[in-house]
């Protein structure tokens, strides 16, 4: 078999696989209702504990790192309330998700932060302040997940809107953002900025720290950056976005992509876009930036365990749960139509479209109602369940290693932390096994971005990345390095 690029299985060596943890500072998260089973404790989200645990848990194992999910509003499409998500715990209530990193980064020494924050509705000045601070704080160990936000609900909390401003739009601002946050975090100031003279009695170079004075369409930022130069200058950056804009923005901006389908088929082609349009349009090698594909595994020792296990966990789904996060990820409100309606034949064409790409590798003849939606997405969310053996699963995970060409995965819970522990225990021995996953940090107490690209030394971004043409380095007068205008 070969992948879009041409390569076959038999020419391209083996990956070593990027493992996250994927979680979100709530009860279920992927997996509405689950937080009902005798076995699961997600809902001590709320408890610093509850996330030191977990990360100490997945150094131990020697994860990549925490994927921090976050959302500003509630899911409010369904039935047009917010009363289904409330009641089922769909991602409701959700806590700010940077104010615990600190602490589970104080507990453990390589694991890395991948934390969620939208341009959309925070002033760049201050998100640099927080994201500089978190960073300096785990030594280097902070990713930022880029979005834009897709709540309505948020949008009418935060900015004052009845809507969001519209996709293309929020790209746009993105864009921008992200030039105004790279002159904060590598432009202000000089890598060597700081100097701590106690005899001269100088603190920071005044010859090296600048304004930025930045005016743009969206914002109007002129500096200096109010926080010292952090170990990895830039956080790792991380991206979701399969859209035109969003495909145009990973592949300039992303150093790792996040996508979640429920076959691999479904987003191969994406992937292989943004690569391409990485090398021909913003001369980045596209195999750099690294895929990571949302997937819930639920494992046994033998076949028969692991389906008795999704048995189990599906007595705890929540339909309504389900439904409202479907119809916050798509806009659209399934209580509308009937509960044996096939959603294929209805007058919406979005409603028909969103659900063939749903059914598209189901089973011939199989009946798509709101119900089959709700089940298909109750557990793992928007992205496959692989069932069974270790052996299964990391068969499962090698065909989208071979079909998608990803290069690691996100890990979603059924069962918190229970899901975690039996790919701790199952999972990776056998992906350990196939030469799939390392058995130590490449660079332990490293950085993020040190330990992602398995390269010690890698604190910034690579030379090949935008941000790199921002960095003011020590030693360069200010005269010779004009902060980028691009």
Not at 355 to 383: C, L, M, Q
Not at 455 to 475: M, N, R, T, V
């Given at each position: 078999m070969s992948n879009l690029t041409g390569e076959s299985d038999q020419t391209r060596p083996k990956k070593k696989l990027i493992i996250n943890a994927f979680v979100e500072m709530c009860s279920g998260h992927?997996?509405?209702g689950l937080w009902r089973h005798p076995s699961d404790q997600s809902h001590n989200f709320t408890s610093v504990q509850h996330w030191v645990e977990l990360a100490q848990l997945l150094e131990s194992a020697h994860f990549h790192g925490i994927f921090i999910a976050d959302v500003l509003g509630g899911y409010d499409v369904y039935r047009d309330s917010l009363s289904p998500a409330i009641v089922?715990?769909?991602?409701?209530?959700?806590?700010e998700p940077l104010s615990v990193v600190p602490a589970m980064a104080a507990a453990t020494k390589s694991l890395g932060f991948g934390v969620t924050v939208?341009?959309?509705?925070?002033?760049?000045?201050?998100?640099?302040?927080?994201?500089?601070?978190?960073?300096?704080l785990t030594n280097g160990r902070l990713g930022w997940n880029i979005v834009t936000s897709y709540l309505d609900s948020a949008a009418r909390n935060i900015a004052g809107r009845e809507k969001q401003v519209a996709h293309d739009e929020r790209y746009e601002q993105a864009e921008e953002y992200l030039r105004v946050m790279y002159k904060l975090f590598a432009s202000s100031w000089r890598?060597?900025?700081v100097v701590l003279d106690r005899e001269s009695g100088v603190y920071t170079d005044p010859e090296a720290v600048r304004q930025i004075n930045h005016e743009g369409k969206f914002f109007s930022v002129p500096g200096p950056a109010i926080v010292q130069?952090?170990?990895?200058?830039?956080?790792?950056?991380l991206q979701a976005g399969t859209s035109k804009a969003g495909k145009l923005f990973a592949a300039q901006h992303a150093e790792a992509i996040f996508v979640s389908a429920h076959a691999p088929q479904v987003c191969a082609k994406n992937i292989a876009e943004v690569r391409q349009l990485a090398r021909e349009k913003y001369g980045r090698d596209g195999n750099k930036i690294k895929v990571l594909s949302l997937v819930t595994p639920i494992l046994g020792r033998t076949e028969e365990e692991a389906k008795e296990k999704l048995t189990d966990y599906r007595k705890y789904a929540s339909t309504e749960g389900a439904l409202a996060l479907f119809g916050g990820w798509t806009g659209m409100d399934l209580s509308k139509y009937g509960d044996d309606e096939e959603l294929r034949e209805v007058e919406s064409n979005a409603v028909r479209s969103t659900v063939d790409a749903y059914a598209r590798f189901s089973p011939p003849g199989s009946k798509?109602?709101?119900h089959t939606v709700a089940e298909h997405v109750a557990i793992g969310g928007n992205g496959p369940i692989i069932v069974g053996t270790p052996e299964q699963v990391a068969d499962g995970l090698e065909a989208w290693i071979s079909e998608a060409d990803v290069d690691g995965?996100?890990?979603a819970y059924a069962l918190f932390p229970q899901s975690f522990q039996d790919i701790i225990d199952l999972l990776l021995p056998e992906l350990r096994k196939r030469g799939l996953f390392w058995d130590d940090y490449a660079v332990p107490g490293g950085t993020y971005r040190e330990n992602f690209y398995g390269a010690e030394g890698q604190k910034h971004p690579l030379d090949e990345h935008i941000a790199s043409k921002y960095q003011w380095k020590a030693g360069v007068a200010a005269e010779e390095h004009k902060i980028p205008e691009l």
């Amino acid at each position: 078999m070969s992948n879009l690029t041409g390569e076959s299985d038999q020419t391209r060596p083996k990956k070593k696989l990027i493992i996250n943890a994927f979680v979100e500072m709530c009860s279920g998260h992927q997996s509405p209702g689950l937080w009902r089973h005798p076995s699961d404790q997600s809902h001590n989200f709320t408890s610093v504990q509850h996330w030191v645990e977990l990360a100490q848990l997945l150094e131990s194992a020697h994860f990549h790192g925490i994927f921090i999910a976050d959302v500003l509003g509630g899911y409010d499409v369904y039935r047009d309330s917010l009363s289904p998500a409330i009641v089922s715990g769909a991602q409701w209530p959700v806590h700010e998700p940077l104010s615990v990193v600190p602490a589970m980064a104080a507990a453990t020494k390589s694991l890395g932060f991948g934390v969620t924050v939208s341009t959309s509705y925070e002033a760049p000045y201050h998100l640099h302040r927080r994201l500089a601070t978190v960073d300096h704080l785990t030594n280097g160990r902070l990713g930022w997940n880029i979005v834009t936000s897709y709540l309505d609900s948020a949008a009418r909390n935060i900015a004052g809107r009845e809507k969001q401003v519209a996709h293309d739009e929020r790209y746009e601002q993105a864009e921008e953002y992200l030039r105004v946050m790279y002159k904060l975090f590598a432009s202000s100031w000089r890598d060597d900025a700081v100097v701590l003279d106690r005899e001269s009695g100088v603190y920071t170079d005044p010859e090296a720290v600048r304004q930025i004075n930045h005016e743009g369409k969206f914002f109007s930022v002129p500096g200096p950056a109010i926080v010292q130069p952090t170990p990895q200058r830039v956080p790792l950056l991380l991206q979701a976005g399969t859209s035109k804009a969003g495909k145009l923005f990973a592949a300039q901006h992303a150093e790792a992509i996040f996508v979640s389908a429920h076959a691999p088929q479904v987003c191969a082609k994406n992937i292989a876009e943004v690569r391409q349009l990485a090398r021909e349009k913003y001369g980045r090698d596209g195999n750099k930036i690294k895929v990571l594909s949302l997937v819930t595994p639920i494992l046994g020792r033998t076949e028969e365990e692991a389906k008795e296990k999704l048995t189990d966990y599906r007595k705890y789904a929540s339909t309504e749960g389900a439904l409202a996060l479907f119809g916050g990820w798509t806009g659209m409100d399934l209580s509308k139509y009937g509960d044996d309606e096939e959603l294929r034949e209805v007058e919406s064409n979005a409603v028909r479209s969103t659900v063939d790409a749903y059914a598209r590798f189901s089973p011939p003849g199989s009946k798509w109602t709101k119900h089959t939606v709700a089940e298909h997405v109750a557990i793992g969310g928007n992205g496959p369940i692989i069932v069974g053996t270790p052996e299964q699963v990391a068969d499962g995970l090698e065909a989208w290693i071979s079909e998608a060409d990803v290069d690691g995965f996100n890990f979603a819970y059924a069962l918190f932390p229970q899901s975690f522990q039996d790919i701790i225990d199952l999972l990776l021995p056998e992906l350990r096994k196939r030469g799939l996953f390392w058995d130590d940090y490449a660079v332990p107490g490293g950085t993020y971005r040190e330990n992602f690209y398995g390269a010690e030394g890698q604190k910034h971004p690579l030379d090949e990345h935008i941000a790199s043409k921002y960095q003011w380095k020590a030693g360069v007068a200010a005269e010779e390095h004009k902060i980028p205008e691009l």
